[in-house]
């Protein structure tokens, strides 16, 4: 950016004498080339990360100011969409960075050969956290989200959940992150025992939906009592829209969580400055960013803290969290269980 | 004529660039696979696809033909308003369209609060049954305005005849009505079930769990989460041959009625009165309330966020706008072409291909494409212009079932005078062929725009940093939460669409009748 601002300043002396037009066009083209030399990081991220709303934006200008880089965003769908486009484009794909997968996908990403090791970054996690290519950028609990005015005594465990007439709506492991984290919550707490819990979760299902989008809207629209969603949910609405009515139910079970890491692809020609977003991801500055707009856990919590608001979210008295190998192993037959006990 | 029988005529060639689009997209999906294997639950889903699909397609074609035989026969204020308002439901983003008829029919609604009143118990929505709800909601209205289509289509002069000689209405529709029926509905029937064999997000999000399964999950499945390609171009090979059968058994069906030419004037039609005309006033009345109370639910909801929509609405409106007016114009100039040359030519070819991409997965179709231009170009780079091809081939076979039964009306009517006329092509297109399909060109080419308006399968794989189309940015705006905003951002997608489809609607209305 400096060569560039200073080539303009040149051009400009230059164009006060006519007699120079011609020598300030050819000044013109070198400056033109000098900003074409800025070297580029291109981010492959999922959809909602990049949009007006996403942390996206402002994570691009914080990183701009001081990488004297340009910053590209490519978006894919979501988390599992982001793992299926890394593997179409393989070795020559243009991204450097990859933001989004989960602990759910990593395994899998880790045995594509495409992601390069990065090195640890300090962070907040409530479990120890170590994978070679991946570096955890925020992270969420799993839960079960209701409006407190509508449901009096919320259920404590997937037990109590399975005897009330509650009705859920949750969404379907095969096409969607949260879906898929639900499965394993429920594989990881209860083992060999997940199909009865399925079964018994059966008349509290009423409807399963591709995404999450579907199925939040349809909690809000009053057409079920609960959603699966996160235990930081709650706090969007309490702080974007002054709302305390919305709840995450803590289960007795503890919590699954959710882990969003970014990598680095091996075939990165940036590889320097891929490294070095991936640090500034977990600076205070991305951490803030993250917070209010993924409305997710920091990775590493900022010196100022958590906004207000989120002490008053439920803190779940155990934390689940599958290794990536585990998760990767039991991801198959589990989301097979969960399909036989719902389909009878 | 031996040498021409080696020529191709453009609607031979299109047929083979659509068909080389549609199955190449999946071959080079299958290219890229390293084994070929279905999975035992996907024959569950195929079956309930069959199901859901057949089920929905009956339900559809039965319940249209009263619905538009009243709308045929009868005249009242708004009548016009009604018939073009009808196109709405079909127009609608899945999504959206699903949360209406929550409101309606799900819990909490008007359904359900009026059982309670009777002191009958809630009824649930989530279910086959809701599946099929949803389906017909989505194809009432098209399957409505096809036979109204077929009915306009009847010369008002054999009606003439039937009450000069005063045919009962019982015999005129055994002489002059059934004919058209038994013409029409196998196309319509084929159609409508084309359409709900592709269905994903409303199976899934009505069906209530995982039973409710289609092809086209299994396929989202493979390609996004397991990233099992062969596994994807199998299941879309399962899709392309239940499509061929489909297309060829409703094409043998699929009679031609000749009534003979009529002087095209139209005239008020026999309106029976006393009980027929009670019936009518129930079939529309229900039809209305079936088809615009959720219609009404997504304007009411979207109300409130007008005032709080970003600016970055704006700029989504006119990408979404350019991309539905060039698929629109696209479309139709291929479906011309191709229904003109399918009523021309005795083989089903051309019918076959021009159908084929209702059963083309707009995930295999991208995915397909993405392998295709990445090694030259990035993909990104080319997002509108994908979708725009995309959103062409992928609404051509709505616009080409619409022309052909009017088009080989036409052929069969008019085709020996032109020919004996000897009209060179650009004259008879002018003065035959354009004013007698206006009416379905214009119809045909609005739902595309509309449908092109409201698709978002193909821009999400290649989208690239800020070119967010309408549905995508609706789609962002419920990931930040912001649902009261995306309700409303919903409700200018409606209104655009269905202010495109207007436009074009009209546009063809007033050529036929100029």
Same mark, same amino acid.
């Given at each position: 950016?400096?060569?560039f601002?200073?080539?303009?300043?040149?051009?400009?002396?230059?164009?006060?004498?006519?007699?120079?037009?011609?020598?300030?066009?050819?000044l013109?083209?070198?400056?033109?080339?000098?900003?074409?030399?800025?070297?580029?990081?291109?981010?492959?991220?999922?959809? =909602?990360?990049?949009?007006?709303?996403?942390?996206?934006?402002a994570?691009?200008?914080?990183?701009?100011?001081?990488?004297?880089?340009?910053?590209?965003?490519?978006?894919?769908?979501?988390?599992?969409?982001?793992?299926?486009?890394?593997?179409?484009?393989?070795?020559?794909?243009?991204?450097?960075?990859?933001?989004?997968?989960?602990? #759910?996908l990593?395994?899998?990403?880790?045995?594509?050969?495409?992601?390069?090791?990065?090195? %640890?970054?300090? #962070?907040?996690?409530?479990?120890?956290? @170590?994978?070679?290519?991946?570096?955890?950028f &925020? +992270?969420?609990?799993?839960?079960?989200?209701? &409006?407190?005015?509508?449901?009096?005594?919320?259920?404590?465990?997937?037990?109590?959940?399975?005897? =009330?007439?509650?009705?859920?709506?949750?969404?379907?492991?095969? =096409?969607?992150?949260?879906?898929?984290?639900?499965?394993?919550?429920?594989?990881?707490?209860?083992?060999?025992?997940?199909?009865?819990?399925?079964? &018994?979760?059966?008349?509290?299902?009423?409807?399963?939906?591709?995404?999450? @989008?579907?199925?939040?809207?349809?909690f809000?629209?009053?057409?079920?009592?609960?959603?699966?969603?996160?235990?930081?949910?709650?706090?969007?609405?309490?702080?974007?829209?002054?709302?305390?009515?919305?709840?995450?139910?803590?289960?007795?079970?503890?919590?699954?969580?959710?882990?969003?890491?970014?990598?680095?692809l091996?075939?990165?020609?940036?590889?320097?400055?891929?490294?070095?977003?991936?640090?500034?991801?977990?600076?205070?500055?991305?951490?803030?960013?993250?917070?209010?707009?993924?409305?997710?856990?920091?990775?590493?919590?900022?010196?100022?803290?958590?906004?207000?608001?989120?002490?008053?979210?439920?803190?779940?008295?155990?934390?689940?969290?599958?290794?990536?190998? &585990?998760?990767?192993? !039991?991801?198959?037959?589990?989301? !097979?269980?969960w399909?036989?006990?719902?389909?009878? | 004529?031996?040498?021409?029988?080696?020529?191709?005529?453009? !609607?031979?060639?299109?047929?083979?660039?659509?068909?080389?689009?549609?199955?190449? @997209?999946a071959?080079?999906?299958?290219?890229?696979?390293?084994?070929?294997a279905?999975?035992?639950?996907?024959?569950?889903?195929?079956?309930?696809?069959?199901?859901?699909?057949?089920? @929905?397609?009956?339900?559809?074609?039965?319940?249209?033909?009263?619905?538009?035989?009243?709308?045929?026969?009868?005249?009242?204020?708004?009548?016009?308003?009604?018939?073009?308002?009808?196109?709405?439901?079909?127009?609608?983003?899945?999504?959206?369209?699903?949360?209406?008829?929550?409101?309606?029919?799900?819990?909490?609604?008007?359904?359900?609060?009026?059982?309670? +009143?009777?002191?009958?118990?809630?009824?649930?929505?989530?279910?086959?049954?809701?599946?099929?709800? %949803? #389906?017909?909601?989505?194809?009432?209205? *098209?399957?409505?305005?096809?036979?109204?289509?077929? +009915?306009?289509?009847?010369?008002?002069?054999?009606?003439? *005849?039937?009450?000069?000689?005063?045919?009962?209405?019982?015999?005129?529709?055994?002489?002059?009505?059934?004919?058209?029926?038994?013409?029409?509905?196998?196309g319509?029937?084929?159609?409508?079930?084309?359409?709900?064999?592709a269905?994903?997000?409303?199976?899934?999000?009505?069906?209530?769990?995982?039973?409710?399964?289609?092809?086209?999950?299994?396929?989202?499945?493979?390609?996004?989460f397991?990233f099992?390609?062969?596994?994807?171009?199998? *299941?879309?090979?399962?899709?392309?041959?239940?499509?061929?059968v489909?297309?060829?058994?409703?094409?043998?069906?699929?009679?031609?009625?000749?009534f003979?030419?009529?002087l095209?004037?139209?005239m008020?039609?026999?309106?029976?009165?006393?009980w027929?005309?009670?019936c009518?006033?129930?079939?529309?009345?229900?039809?209305?309330?079936?088809?615009?109370?959720?219609?009404?639910?997504v304007?009411?909801?979207?109300?409130?966020?007008?005032?709080?929509?970003?600016?970055?609405?704006?700029?989504?409106?006119?990408?979404?706008?350019?991309?539905?007016?060039?698929?629109?114009?696209? %479309?139709?100039?291929a479906?011309?072409?191709?229904a003109?040359g399918?009523?021309?030519?005795?083989?089903k070819?051309?019918?076959?291909?021009?159908?084929?991409?209702?059963?083309?997965?707009?995930?295999? *179709?991208?995915?397909?494409?993405?392998?295709?231009?990445?090694?030259?170009?990035?993909?990104?780079?080319?997002?509108?212009?994908?979708?725009?091809?995309?959103?062409?081939?992928?609404?051509?076979?709505y616009?080409?079932?619409?022309?052909?039964?009017?088009?080989?009306?036409?052929?069969?009517?008019?085709?020996?005078?032109?020919?004996?006329?000897?009209?060179?092509?650009?004259?008879?297109?002018?003065?035959?062929?354009?004013?007698?399909?206006?009416?379905?060109?214009?119809?045909?080419?609005?739902?595309?725009?509309?449908?092109?308006?409201?698709?978002?399968?193909?821009?999400?794989?290649?989208?690239?940093?800020?070119?967010?189309?309408?549905?995508?940015?609706?789609?962002?705006?419920?990931?930040?939460?912001?649902?009261?905003?995306?309700?409303?951002?919903?409700?200018?997608?409606?209104?655009?669409?269905?202010?495109?489809?207007?436009?074009?609607?009209?546009?063809?209305?007033?050529?036929?009748?100029?």
């Amino acid at each position: 950016m400096h060569g560039f601002s200073i080539a303009d300043q040149f051009r400009r002396n230059l164009e006060k004498d006519m007699n120079t037009k011609l020598l300030a066009a050819g000044l013109a083209c070198i400056a033109s080339q000098a900003a074409a030399e800025t070297p580029t990081l291109t981010v492959l991220t999922y959809d =909602s990360f990049t949009s007006e709303w996403g942390p996206g934006p402002a994570i691009e200008k914080g990183f701009e100011a001081s990488c004297g880089c340009d910053v590209k965003f490519i978006s894919a769908g979501d988390g599992a969409a982001l793992l299926a486009r890394v593997k179409l484009e393989g070795k020559d794909s243009k991204a450097d960075v990859v933001v989004g997968l989960d602990t #759910n996908l990593t395994a899998d990403a880790s045995a594509t050969g495409l992601f390069a090791p990065v090195a %640890a970054q300090p #962070n907040s996690l409530p479990v120890p956290f @170590s994978d070679a290519n991946f570096i955890p950028f &925020d +992270w969420g609990y799993f839960a079960f989200v209701y &409006d407190k005015t509508k449901v009096a005594v919320a259920p404590t465990s997937f037990a109590e959940l399975a005897a =009330s007439d509650l009705k859920v709506v949750i969404e379907d492991p095969r =096409s969607s992150t949260p879906g898929l984290g639900l499965v394993l919550w429920v594989k990881d707490a209860y083992g060999d025992k997940a199909p009865q819990i399925w079964a &018994d979760l059966a008349d509290n299902i009423i409807t399963v939906t591709p995404g999450w @989008s579907e199925a939040y809207g349809m909690f809000t629209e009053g057409q079920a009592d609960m959603v699966l969603s996160y235990t930081t949910s709650p706090a969007y609405h309490l702080i974007a829209e002054q709302d305390d009515t919305k709840a995450a139910a803590a289960f007795t079970e503890g919590h699954y969580m959710q882990v969003e890491v970014a990598g680095k692809l091996a075939s990165s020609q940036q590889p320097a400055l891929a490294d070095q977003f991936l640090a500034y991801l977990t600076s205070d500055a991305a951490q803030s960013v993250l917070i209010t707009t993924n409305w997710m856990y920091p990775a590493k919590t900022p010196a100022e803290g958590l906004p207000k608001g989120f002490e008053t979210l439920v803190q779940p008295a155990k934390s689940l969290l599958m290794t990536a190998a &585990d998760a990767e192993a !039991a991801r198959a037959p589990a989301i !097979a269980e969960w399909q036989a006990a719902l389909s009878k | 004529m031996a040498s021409s029988a080696f020529k191709i005529s453009p !609607a031979q060639g299109l047929s083979i660039v659509i068909a080389a689009l549609i199955l190449g @997209s999946a071959a080079m999906v299958a290219a890229w696979a390293d084994g070929f294997a279905l999975a035992p639950a996907d024959w569950q889903a195929l079956r309930f696809t069959l199901l859901q699909a057949g089920l @929905s397609a009956a339900v559809s074609s039965l319940l249209a033909i009263p619905v538009a035989r009243a709308l045929f026969r009868r005249r009242f204020p708004l009548r016009g308003l009604l018939i073009r308002l009808l196109a709405a439901p079909f127009v609608l983003p899945v999504v959206v369209a699903v949360m209406g008829l929550l409101t309606v029919f799900g819990r909490g609604g008007p359904i359900n609060v009026g059982l309670g +009143w009777l002191g009958l118990p809630e009824v649930s929505i989530f279910g086959l049954h809701g599946v099929v709800l %949803a #389906n017909v909601f989505f194809n009432l209205p *098209l399957a409505t305005r096809m036979l109204l289509h077929g +009915w306009q289509a009847i010369p008002s002069e054999r009606f003439r *005849l039937a009450q000069s000689l005063g045919l009962p209405p019982s015999t005129q529709f055994r002489h002059l009505e059934a004919p058209m029926l038994r013409a029409q509905l196998p196309g319509i029937f084929a159609v409508i079930l084309l359409i709900c064999l592709a269905s994903f997000a409303i199976a899934l999000m009505l069906g209530g769990g995982p039973k409710a399964s289609t092809l086209e999950l299994a396929i989202y499945q493979s390609l996004r989460f397991e990233f099992d390609l062969g596994r994807a171009a199998l *299941l879309a090979a399962v899709q392309f041959s239940l499509c061929a059968v489909i297309t060829l058994l409703a094409a043998k069906l699929t009679l031609p009625q000749g009534f003979g030419a009529g002087l095209g004037r139209s005239m008020d039609s026999p309106a029976p009165k006393s009980w027929r005309r009670l019936c009518d006033v129930v079939a529309i009345a229900a039809a209305a309330l079936f088809l615009f109370g959720p219609l009404l639910a997504v304007v009411i909801k979207g109300v409130p966020g007008l005032a709080a929509l970003p600016n970055g609405v704006w700029p989504a409106v006119l990408r979404s706008v350019v991309v539905a007016v060039v698929s629109a114009l696209l %479309a139709s100039a291929a479906a011309l072409i191709m229904a003109t040359g399918a009523a021309r030519n005795k083989g089903k070819a051309i019918e076959l291909a021009a159908m084929l991409p209702l059963a083309a997965s707009a995930l295999v *179709l991208g995915t397909g494409l993405f392998l295709l231009v990445r090694p030259w170009i990035a993909p990104e780079s080319v997002a509108l212009p994908i979708t725009v091809l995309v959103n062409a081939t992928l609404t051509l076979p709505y616009l080409f079932r619409l022309l052909l039964p009017e088009a080989r009306q036409l052929r069969a009517d008019y085709g020996r005078l032109t020919a004996s006329l000897g009209l060179p092509r650009r004259t008879r297109l002018r003065f035959v062929t354009l004013p007698r399909l206006a009416r379905p060109l214009g119809y045909g080419a609005g739902l595309a725009a509309a449908l092109s308006m409201g698709d978002l399968g193909v821009i999400a794989l290649f989208a690239g940093d800020g070119g967010a189309t309408l549905p995508l940015f609706v789609q962002h705006l419920i990931g930040a939460y912001r649902l009261q905003q995306a309700a409303a951002a919903s409700l200018i997608l409606v209104a655009v669409s269905f202010a495109l489809f207007w436009a074009f609607d009209r546009l063809g209305s007033y050529y036929a009748d100029a």
